[in-house]
Nanobody, 121 residues
Framework: QVQLVESGGGLVQAGGSLRLSCAVS????????MGWYRQAPGKQRDLVASITSGSRTNYADSVKGRFTISRDNAKNTMYLQMNSLKPEDTAVYYC???????????????WGQGTQVTVSS
């Protein structure tokens, strides 16, 4: 069974940094596209950053220059380094991945349970 587990959230002051991790567990053949999303109270879930299997990246305009997405394919883990955090970055952050479980011919799309990031002013 494939699971995505986020870690690294917490409370930080404005201007501070946090590093989120997303570990993909289970018996896996391949992981393709991965991404981080966030959802603030009363708002929709939005894409923050994404990364392809070849490490091509894409960022929301609001985080460009402050956040860096990366992945370690050997560890089946994705990261989000968040610097210069602002109060408006406060949200629950979710990881998402297209994963091909062992024995499957196709990819399934999976979500983590989310991790809270709170930035105080």
């Amino acid at each position: 069974q494939v699971q995505l587990v986020e870690s690294g959230g917490g409370l930080v002051q404005a201007g501070g940094s946090l590093r989120l991790s997303c570990a993909v567990s289970g018996i896996i053949s391949s992981i393709n596209h991965m991404g981080w999303y966030r959802q603030a109270p009363g708002k929709q879930r939005d894409l923050v950053a994404s990364i392809t299997s070849g490490s091509r990246t894409n960022y929301a305009d609001s985080v460009k220059g402050r956040f860096t997405i990366s992945r370690d394919n050997a560890k089946n883990t994705m990261y989000l380094q968040m610097n210069s955090l602002k109060p408006e970055d406060t949200a629950v952050y979710y990881c998402n991945a297209d994963v091909q479980p062992a024995g499957w011919l196709t990819y399934g799309n999976y979500w983590g349970q989310g991790t809270q990031v709170t930035v105080s002013s």
